[in-house]
Nanobody
């Protein structure tokens, strides 16, 4: 059974940093696409970044390029989202997601991913 558990959210001031973690279990870590998504109140869930853990192939949304960094620890079956230079507009519930990789690319689309964590709240104050 695939399980994803996010942690690391919190409240910071603008310009600050947070690191989110997504601990995965129940599947072969290196054969899955992992995605980070976020959802602000009243808005649709949007993609932040994706990573194919088998090759550490990463894509970022334009809104976070240069500020957010995705990394992985295969020994811990964990994907991280390092968030620097945070802005108030980054405030949202952040989710990680997973889908078995079957070739091609990891798609940063809510409908494409199969498994989801429970989310962790990030609040950035101005």
């Amino acid at each position: 059974q695939v399980q994803l558990v996010e942690s690391g959210g919190g409240s910071v001031q603008a310009g600050g940093s947070l690191r989110l973690s997504c601990a995965a279990s129940g599947y072969t870590f290196s054969r899955y696409c992992m995605g980070w998504f976020r959802q602000a109140p009243g808005k649709e869930r949007e993609g932040v970044a994706t990573i194919y853990t088998g090759l550490s192939s990463i894509e970022y949304a334009d809104s976070v390029k240069g500020r957010f960094t995705v990394s992985q620890d295969n020994a811990k079956n964990t994907v991280y989202l390092q968030m620097d230079s945070l802005k108030p507009e980054d405030t949202a519930m952040y989710y990680c997601a997973a889908r078995r990789f079957s070739g091609g690319v990891c798609v940063s689309d809510v409908r494409w991913f199969s498994y989801w964590g429970q989310g962790t709240q990030v609040t950035v104050s101005s």
